[in-house]
């Protein structure tokens, strides 16, 4: 029996954002794909809300489902049952208002930075000098100012991931969806990216739903953190993380800190099937 703790309003502390209400909601979420053996249920039935403006992080073992249900969220991937919705209408294909990162930045190598941002706009057809000028806001809301007409292979891996975070950004999406972004990077790099993603988030103020192995990272950029079960995924508990912001890398050796990591951390202790950092 799996245990969700349901978190209503009276429990909900977020200290950047007041409560708001549900961006994403499921009900009853499940998915099952089809293989040589039969069907092979991925993820349980889920029920969760995520508010606008909050930050998610998503953590659970390899194979639970995480990347699944990011692309349920996405509309890249259909549900098997129950229902899904975004800003109080089903999730069905794929979703405009969203913006993904992946764990490689996926650059194109021939492209420039802005030209590498603008590729968003080319796709969803934007008006071209509206898409050039929020280009240039996200590069430099980003810390990239200066490094418009470098070429990937011109940049560190922080810095591209940066760049991919600002083409998922381009066309307004409401919902930032981030798959392991940071899984690639050196530790340090890493920490500084966190920095950086809490400061992005704070400034553009959009939902995020955030995949990672890391629980340290988890707790330091969210005001939630879902903990998966193993395959078949479920919710196997939620932890409201009840830390100020904007909060300093310093915040991760704080007993509060230290008290969600080692909570968290009891999950997988048995399958030992998360980063160490
Ligand atoms: N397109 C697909 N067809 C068939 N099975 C799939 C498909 N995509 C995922 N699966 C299966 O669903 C389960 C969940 O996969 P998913 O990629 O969502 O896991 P994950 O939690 O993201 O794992 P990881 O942490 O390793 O990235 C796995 O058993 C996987 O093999
Ligand atoms: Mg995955």
């Known amino acids: 029996m799996t245990t969700v703790l349901k978190l209503d309003e009276k429990h909900y502390r977020s200290p950047a ?35 606008e403006q909050e930050f998610v992080a998503i953590v659970g073992p390899s194979g639970c489902g995480k990347s699944t249900l990011l692309k349920m969220v996405a509309g890249l991937e259909g549900i098997s049952s129950g229902t899904m919705m975004l800003s109080g209408q089903p999730i ?74 600002c083409r998922a950004l381009l066309h307004d999406p409401s919902v930032l969806l981030m ?25 553009s103020k959009k939902t995020v739903l955030l995949i990672t192995h890391s629980i340290p990272e988890a707790v330091f950029l969210s005001d939630r953190v879902l903990v998966m079960s193993e395959r078949p995924g479920s919710i196997a508990a939620i932890y409201d993380i009840d830390l100020p912001r904007p909060r300093p890398l310093e915040v991760m050796a704080t007993p509060a800190f230290l008290h969600y990591t080692k909570t968290i951390r009891a999950h997988f202790n048995a399958q030992g099937s998360l980063d160490d950092h």
Do not use: C
Not at 186 to 199: G, S, V, Y
């Open 17 to 51: 954002h007041a409560p708001s209400k549900p961006l994403i909601e499921l009900r009853g979420v499940t998915k099952s794909y089809r293989s040589a053996q039969g069907m092979m249920q991925a993820l349980r039935p889920l029920d969760f809300d995520i508010r």
């Open 179 to 203: 798959d392991e972004p940071f899984g690639a990077l050196d530790a340090m790099t890493r920490e500084n990216m966190n920095m950086e993603l809490q400061r992005i988030w704070l400034e």
């Open 92 to 165: 069905r294909g794929p979703q405009k208002n969203v913006g993904i990162v992946f764990q490689s930045a996926v650059l194109l190598a021939w492209r420039n930075v802005l030209d590498n941002i603008l590729l968003q706009a080319e796709m969803r057809h934007m008006p071209k000098r509206e898409a050039r000028e929020k280009a240039m806001n996200l590069i430099g809301m980003a810390g990239l100012t200066g490094f418009e007409e470098k070429y990937p292979w011109q940049l560190s891996g922080g810095m591209q991931q940066r760049v991919s975070i």
